[in-house]
Every structure is written in structure tokens, then in C-alpha cells.
């Protein structure tokens, strides 16, 4: 559910860290304790019969995010322009169910 939030362009305080280098998975192997440089999401979409966009968004060292529309790096508002012509609304947050969302209503259900 991370991936594909973040990848759609949800904000980072929606997902399951503070900060974006929260994110990337910690590789014990290499060097204990010591995160990946980089890390990314790609989504390819068949958008007609012989069409597909990709979108992929990465996590940068410096801990900033990085958007790309078919391989061609582009500004925060260009990506989510790109996904709203494809009735993608991140930031309205009605597509995706949160697991916040989910474990806070089946407690206060628990509750009541």
C-alpha cells in the first residue's frame, strides 16, 4: 500500500515514516544500521491499445523525492498534472485506504 501511495504522489506524512529516507528498507547485509542510497516506485500504465505512461517517483539520499513521467524527470506539479489527466487524484485521497484510517475505526469499534 506504501508503494503505491507513494508512487501516486501521496505526501509522506500519509505514509509510514516522518521523513521519505523512513521509507527505504535498511540493508543489514551491506552495512548494518546504514540505509540504501536510493530507492524508487514505477508504475507503468496501459493507457491504450498500443500506449503505456510510466510514473516513478524515488527517494533520493538527501532525503528529497524525485518524480519522473516516462523517464523524463519533471516538477511535483507537472507529475500529479500528468496523473489528474488520468483521473488520478492523490491528493483527494479517495482512492486508497489508509491502514491508519482502517486500524483506528476497527478500534474505536472494538470499543464501542
Given amino acids: 500500500?506504501?508503494?503505491?501511495s507513494f508512487v501516486l504522489g501521496v505526501d509522506t506524512k500519509a505514509l509510514r515514516g516522518a521523513?521519505?529516507?523512513d521509507l527505504v528498507?535498511?540493508?543489514a547485509v551491506a552495512t548494518p544500521g546504514k540505509r540504501s542510497v536510493r530507492a524508487?516506485?514505477?508504475v507503468v500504465m496501459n493507457v491504450g491499445p498500443d500506449k503505456q505512461v510510466v510514473?516513478?517517483?524515488s527517494i533520493l539520499s538527501n532525503n528529497t523525492s524525485e518524480y519522473r513521467f516516462n523517464n523524463e524527470v519533471v516538477t511535483v506539479a507537472e507529475y500529479e498534472a500528468e496523473l489528474q489527466k488520468l483521473n488520478i487524484l492523490a491528493r483527494a485521497r479517495n482512492c486508497l485506504v489508509f491502514q491508519v484510517s482502517f486500524t483506528s475505526?476497527?478500534?474505536a469499534t472494538f470499543y464501542n
Wanted: hydrophobic share 45%.
Fill in 19 to 21: 521523513n521519505l529516507l
Fill in 25 to 27: 528498507h535498511k540493508n
Fill in 105 to 107: 475505526n476497527s478500534i
Fill in 40 to 42: 524508487f516506485v514505477e
Fill in 55 to 57: 510514473f516513478r517517483r
Fill in 1 to 4: 500500500m506504501d508503494a503505491i
